[in-house]
C-alpha cells in the first residue's frame, strides 16, 4: 500500500514540476511583452500594431504576404528597422495623425548587440544603415540616449532600457515609452486573440477615421458629425518548413470595405464543383454571391437611373434585365492566365466563371454570340466542352461559352482552356465552405506580369509609362508570394497558407 501511495503523489509531484518547469521556460523564451513599452495612441487616431517574436523555425520559415507591413513606414529608416526587427523579438507601433506618421519601436536584440550600445558604438550591421553616437544621458546613469540619422535621411532616438532598444521619433516619446513601461502611461493593448502562441502579431485600426489610414476603405455616409463604424483586424502567422507559413485572421467593421460590393457573402458555398481555368494559371479568386442589385435599398437608390441601367443592358447583352439579373446571382470565379491578344501582342489572360448558372448561362451566351456580338459567321468552331461559345479574334482576342454546368466571359484564347477541375487539385484548404477564397502561383504571376514591363510591346501600346512604378512593386509583390491558398469561411475572418517563400537574408 505504501509503494502504491508513493508511486501516485510522486506522479502528481512530477506532473506539477514538468508543467512548472515548462511555463518557466516559455515565460523566459517570450520575455517581457514587448508591446508594454509602446504608448496607447489617443482615441480618434489610427494605428498599426505588429509584435514579432524570434521564430524557432529559423530560415526554415517565411512571413509570406506578413511581411508587407514592413512597406508602411513613411521614413526609410522605420522601414530597415522593422526588416531588422522581423528577425528578432520585436514590437512596432505607428500611429497616422493629422500631421503624419509617427513611430515607436522595441527590440531584444541580444546581450552583444546591446553591451555595443552601452560602450558608445554602434554595432556593424547597425553602422551599415545609421550613423550616430550617444547625445544625453538618459533617465539612468550610463545610460545615453543615441541620435541616430540613416543614410537616406531623417533621425530618429535610441535609449537602452534593460534587456530593450526603445526607439522613438524624439527623445521625449522614449521618456514616454519609460513611463508606459513601467505602468505610468497607459501601453497599448496586446491581448492578442488570434492564435497568441505564433510567431507574429499585427492589429490595425483606423478608429473611425479612414482618410488618415490610407487603406482604400470607403467610408460610410451619415449624418454632419456622425461617427463611423471604426475596422479592426487582428491578424497572426508562422513559419512553416520548408520556407513556408501560414496565418489567420478577423476583423471588425468591414462592411466598409465591403460598402460597393453588392453581392451576398453571408452563405458559405460548397465549391465542390468542377471549374475552368486558362493554363497556366496564375492567379484565381472565388466570390461565394453576386446580386448587383440583391436588396429593395438598392434599387431605391437606384431608381433615378433604372431605365438607363436597363436600356444598357438590353443593349449590350440583348437580354431584359431581369434574365441579366438572374444569370449575374450565385458564385463567381476570377482568373488569370493562360494568353489573349490584343492588337496582335501576346498578353495574360483572364476569365470569368458563373458556374451552376443552367439555362440562365446558355441564354445569355446565346444572346451574345448571336444578337449582341454577331458572332455566327466569323467562329467556324465550337469552344471545346461547351454546348454554345465562340471568340472574337480581332482587336482583342474577348470569347464566351456555356453549358448547363457553367458558364465563362473573358479576355482569353480558347486554346488556353484547360479541363474542368475541382479547387480542391489547387490546394487542401478549399475542402471547406466559404465565402471567399484565392489562390496565387506568385512566380506564375510575376512572369505573366513581364507583358506589361517597360520596353515591351505592350507597355508602349497601353500608355503605361506613368503606371512603371506601380507595375514594378506588383511583380515584386507577386515574386514574394510564393504558392499561396487563402480562404474565408465566413466574412469576417480567414486563414492563409503558403509555401516556396524563400526569406530575404536579414540583418541579425
Not at 467610408?219 to 502567422?237: D, H, I, L, N, Q
Not at 459567321?377 to 465550337?382: A, H, P
Request: charged share 20%; proline share 7%; hydrophobic share 40%.
Amino acid at each position: 500500500m505504501r509503494k502504491k501511495t508513493f508511486i501516485y503523489w510522486g506522479a502528481i509531484f512530477l506532473t506539477v514540476l514538468l508543467v512548472g518547469a515548462g511555463a518557466a521556460l516559455l515565460g523566459r523564451t517570450r520575455g517581457p511583452r514587448m508591446t508594454s513599452c509602446l504608448p496607447k495612441p489617443p482615441a480618434g487616431v489610427p494605428y498599426v500594431l505588429v509584435e514579432t517574436i524570434a521564430d524557432p523555425v529559423g530560415a526554415g520559415g517565411s512571413e509570406g504576404p506578413f511581411g508587407l507591413v514592413r512597406s508602411l513606414p513613411d521614413e526609410a529608416a522605420w522601414k530597415n528597422l522593422m526588416e531588422m526587427g522581423a528577425h528578432v523579438t520585436s514590437g512596432f507601433l505607428l500611429a497616422f495623425g493629422e500631421n503624419g506618421q509617427h513611430h515607436w519601436g522595441v527590440l531584444a536584440p541580444g546581450r552583444e548587440t546591446l553591451q555595443f550600445f552601452l560602450n558608445g558604438r554602434l554595432p556593424a550591421d547597425w553602422a551599415e544603415l545609421f550613423e550616430g553616437s550617444p547625445s544625453g544621458e538618459g533617465r539612468e546613469k550610463g545610460n545615453a540616449t543615441w541620435k541616430l540619422v540613416h543614410a537616406q535621411g531623417g533621425e530618429l532616438f535610441l535609449r537602452v532600457e534593460g534587456t530593450f532598444l526603445l526607439l522613438a521619433d524624439s527623445p521625449e516619446e522614449l521618456d514616454r515609452m519609460q513611463s508606459a513601461k513601467i505602468r505610468h502611461l497607459e501601453s497599448v493593448t496586446s491581448g492578442w486573440r488570434v492564435q497568441p502562441g505564433w510567431k507574429g502579431h499585427l492589429r490595425i485600426t483606423d478608429a473611425g477615421r479612414p482618410d488618415l489610414l490610407h487603406l482604400g476603405i470607403k467610408a460610410e455616409k451619415g449624418e454632419e458629425g456622425s461617427s463611423v463604424r471604426p475596422f479592426t483586424m487582428e491578424a497572426a502567422w508562422r513559419g512553416v518548413p520548408p520556407f513556408g507559413g501560414e496565418g489567420a485572421w478577423v476583423w471588425e467593421g468591414a462592411e466598409r470595405m465591403l460598402a460597393g460590393w453588392k453581392g451576398d457573402l453571408s452563405v458559405p458555398v460548397r465549391w465542390d464543383m468542377n471549374l475552368t481555368f486558362p493554363q497556366p494559371l496564375a492567379l484565381a479568386v472565388g466570390f461565394a454571391g453576386l446580386d448587383p442589385w440583391r436588396t429593395e435599398k438598392a434599387q431605391s437608390d437606384d431608381a433615378a437611373d433604372f431605365g438607363g441601367r436597363e436600356r444598357f443592358l438590353k443593349a449590350w447583352t440583348g437580354l431584359p434585365e431581369e434574365k441579366v439579373r438572374r444569370f449575374l446571382k450565385g458564385p463567381v470565379v476570377i482568373s488569370v492566365g493562360g494568353s489573349a491578344r490584343a492588337m496582335g501582342f501576346v498578353t495574360p489572360g483572364f476569365l470569368f466563371e458563373f458556374p451552376g448558372r443552367k439555362e440562365e448561362g446558355l441564354d445569355f451566351v446565346r444572346s451574345l454570340l448571336g444578337e449582341r456580338w454577331g458572332l455566327s459567321g466569323l467562329l467556324g468552331r465550337d469552344v471545346m466542352g461547351f454546348e454554345v461559345g465562340g471568340a472574337v479574334p480581332l482587336p482583342f482576342t474577348v470569347m464566351a461559352a456555356a453549358s448547363r454546368e457553367t458558364a465563362v466571359l473573358g479576355y482569353l484564347d480558347p486554346h488556353s482552356l484547360q479541363p474542368p477541375r475541382s479547387i480542391r487539385d489547387l490546394s487542401p484548404e478549399f475542402e471547406e465552405s466559404s465565402v471567399f477564397w484565392a489562390w496565387v502561383d506568385g512566380a506564375a504571376l510575376s512572369a505573366e506580369l513581364q507583358a506589361f514591363a517597360p520596353g515591351s510591346p505592350v507597355y508602349r501600346l497601353m500608355g503605361l509609362g506613368e503606371k512603371a512604378e506601380n507595375l514594378e512593386r506588383l511583380m515584386h509583390l507577386a515574386e514574394s508570394l510564393g504558392r499561396l491558398a487563402a480562404v474565408m469561411p465566413r466574412a469576417n475572418s480567414g486563414h492563409v497558407r503558403w509555401s516556396g517563400v524563400e526569406p530575404p537574408k536579414g540583418r541579425p
